[in-house]
């Protein structure tokens, strides 16, 4: 034990990490040990548990499940913004919907994911955008699907609330067409939110939906992967891109690895699906 907590043995760490990587893909490397530290003490004390061996024992107990996502929602970094890398939601507005929903009044669906949407200031930032561009969506087949691995920000997402301190980069005139204030800053109007869909998705695990994207937002998540679960990410969102479709990532990741040949560069950290196949992957 130290002022700051119980300590955290090598093999401690060495199995958290491991079930870490299982579960999300994200990749604890020694120089994380501290924050992993900081914050699962938070969460002994919340279980009133007196150090990590005690934890341990929960995590290969019949608590165990539930646990490793508690831990999963205590180690994601889940900071973001609204119009975070505006450049992404300008070239969305300007060149990548128009003609979209052009289709989209015509008959087409059209399907945006926000595919680590955190607490939903990008999935909202989306929303606003297409609403900006597609005044009349509500009477058009479009959605935008918004998931996390993280329940917490899932479930924070689909509240729609949030503070005037977070509302900061939206335009005024934005606020004012798609929120409305309430004591705790504002709250995304029922219009915005009646074509949102909010759910749990581990991007390494099983996608229950079988339709394509025309839009995929997947940024500052691939950065906590290591590389061969980044390949495989990039691939599958190569599947489930129609062609022509826009792939956003992180400014500090890079599309790399067999999935490059089926995306063409746009702009920075923005990529369109063409029309080579998927390589397989064995
Ligand atoms: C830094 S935030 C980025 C939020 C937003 N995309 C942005 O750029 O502002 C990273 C998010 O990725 C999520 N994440 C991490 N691993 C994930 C996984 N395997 N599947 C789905 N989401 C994951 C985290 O929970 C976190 O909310």
């Given at each position: 034990m130290t002022s700051a907590g119980p300590l955290l043995s090598d093999v401690q760490f060495r199995k958290i990490a491991g079930l870490v990587y299982e579960d999300s893909g994200i990749i604890l490397t020694e120089a994380k040990r501290s924050l992993l530290m900081a914050r699962l003490n938070r969460r002994l004390r919340a279980l009133s548990l007196p150090d990590y061996g005690a934890y341990c024992q929960r995590l290969d107990g019949t608590e165990g499940p539930a646990e490793r996502r508690h831990l999963l929602s205590a180690i994601t970094t889940n900071v973001t913004a609204f119009f975070r890398e505006n450049h992404h939601f300008q070239s969305l507005a300007r060149d990548i919907l128009p003609p979209m929903v052009e289709q989209a009044r015509r008959g087409r669906k059209l399907r945006l994911w926000?595919?680590?949407?955190?607490?939903g200031e990008e999935a909202y930032s989306i929303a606003v955008t297409l609403l900006d561009v597609f005044?009349?969506?509500?009477?058009?087949?479009a959605l935008i699907l918004a998931t996390d691995i993280d329940p917490e920000m899932v479930d924070r997402a689909e509240r729609g609330l949030f503070s005037e301190e977070a509302m900061k980069p939206v335009d005024p005139a934005q606020v004012k067409r798609h929120f409305q204030p309430v004591p705790a800053g504002y709250e995304a109007n029922a219009d915005m939110r009646g074509m949102m869909r909010f759910a749990e998705l581990n991007?390494?695990?099983?996608?229950?939906?079988s339709g394509r994207f025309d839009v995929i937002f997947c940024r500052n998540?691939?950065?906590?992967?290591d590389s061969p679960a980044r390949r495989r990410l990039w691939l599958r969102f190569a599947a489930a891109l129609e062609p022509g479709g826009s792939l956003y990532i992180g400014h500090s990741e890079r599309l790399d690895g067999?999935?490059?040949?089926c995306f063409d560069v746009v702009g920075t950290t923005h990529y369109r699906r063409n029309l080579h196949p998927v390589p397989t992957t064995s």
């Open positions: 926000s595919a680590a949407c955190s607490s005044t009349d969506a509500a009477s058009h087949d991007l390494h695990g099983d996608w229950p939906f998540a691939a950065i906590y992967f067999p999935a490059s040949a």
